[in-house]
């Protein structure tokens, strides 16, 4: 019996979903600076708007409060908007599976809720 070979090297999810082509647009980068649900809501801002409230972000990617947004914050700061979006879908998931909202996914659940329109 073959055996199946398996990857030893892990790589990190992608940031957007979105291309990466920053001589056509920034979609890919505000995806992963803000994460998605929030690069939508900055889509809808006029310039000072959006403006202001990324200003305010940087004050928080700005752990040291020395003024500046180091290479590490700001990978930092990435990394967190990622871990944010992806605890939000999965609370998302759970709410949509958990029909009868006892805090439980039962099997027959998530039947119905995954396969419920074929069965």
């Given amino acids: 019996k073959p055996t199946e ?11 957007s979903d979105k291309p990466h082509e920053d001589a056509r647009s920034f979609d890919y980068d505000h995806d992963a600076f803000l994460g998605a649900d929030e690069a ?19 004050v928080k990617i700005d752990e040291d409060k020395d003024g500046f947004v180091t290479v590490e914050e700001l990978r930092d700061w990435i990394k967190f908007a990622q871990k944010r979006w992806i ?12 029909l009868n909202e006892d805090g439980l996914i039962s099997w027959e659940e998530y039947k119905n809720a995954t396969y419920g329109y074929i069965l």
Avoid: M
């Fill in 5 to 15: 070979r398996k990857e030893r090297v892990h790589a990190e999810p992608p940031l």
């Fill in 87 to 98: 605890f939000e879908d999965v609370e998302r998931q759970w709410k949509g599976h958990d």
């Fill in 40 to 58: 939508k809501t900055f889509d809808q801002l006029t310039p000072e708007e959006s403006k202001d409230r990324l200003g305010k972000i940087v």
